[in-house]
């Protein structure tokens, strides 16, 4: 609908295993986000990165590996997660990262994701 | 640091009539931006509405508009006619110094038939 494709859109997987989330955005953007949505809290920006370099790390613990291969891509590798990491991940894109204009994100679908 | 603060969990309007979501928020910026994201039940989140602070003029997008009070830093969000469609949880945010964007905790809203 957006732009923005999120694969898997749900993903059960166990404490000891590994997994990555990927998205996609087909804007042209040079922007990418990674947010946490977890039930009854705000929206929690995880990473940002900004023409595939990293430019926000907002204390996530390092089970949680981010890589961005290029602008249009953005993974998110998991291993050995708790159950209190289930939640739904969303991708998001805007145009740049910049606070001079406004910068509408475009976000993805999510994945559901939970950790047994 | 920017706060934004949504005291409405959930809401509930008949279709048809109008509904005011509240947003109050908190920043030490001069310069910023204000957002409303709609995210409705098992789809993406998207763009309602935005306006920038030194504009004094509301914001208006066909049936959504705002209520910006800067100097009472408030930012309501108001849609009229209400629509079955509009059935999403709404999120307040504010954009400014620091790039990126903060969050309200959201306020479900509920059209009935």
């Known amino acids: 609908e957006t732009g923005v494709t999120q694969t898997p859109r749900h993903l059960v997987m166990g404490m000891t295993n590994k997994k990555s989330l990927k998205c996609e955005q087909h804007?042209?953007?040079?922007?990418m986000y990674w947010y946490k949505q977890s039930a009854k809290k705000p929206l929690e920006l995880m990473f940002v990165y900004s023409l595939e370099e990293r430019v926000e790390n907002n204390s996530v613990p390092s089970r949680f590996s981010p890589e961005c291969p290029n602008s249009s891509h953005l993974f998110l590798h998991l291993h050995t997660l708790q159950p209190e990491d289930s939640a739904l991940y969303l991708c998001?894109?805007?145009?740049?990262?910049?606070?001079?204009?406004?910068?509408?994100?475009?976000f993805g679908p999510g994945t559901r994701l939970t950790v047994l | 640091a920017q706060t934004v603060t949504q005291s409405q969990p959930e809401m509930s309007v008949q279709e048809a009539e109008t509904v005011t979501l509240s947003c109050t928020y908190d920043t030490s910026e001069n310069n910023y931006y204000l957002f409303w994201y709609k995210q409705p039940p098992s789809r993406q989140m998207i763009l309602v509405i935005r306006?920038?602070?030194?504009?004094?003029q509301n914001a208006t997008e066909n049936r959504f508009s705002v209520n910006f009070q800067k100097a009472a830093k408030s930012f309501s969000l108001k849609i009229s006619d209400s629509q079955l469609g509009d059935t999403a949880m709404y999120f307040c945010t504010i954009q400014g110094g620091s790039e990126k964007l903060v969050f309200g905790k959201g306020t479900k809203l509920t059209v009935n038939p």
């Open positions: 306006q920038e602070a030194y504009k004094q």
């Open positions: 998001a894109s805007s145009q740049d990262f910049s606070a001079r204009r406004n910068n509408e994100q475009f």
């Open positions: 804007l042209g953007h040079n922007a």
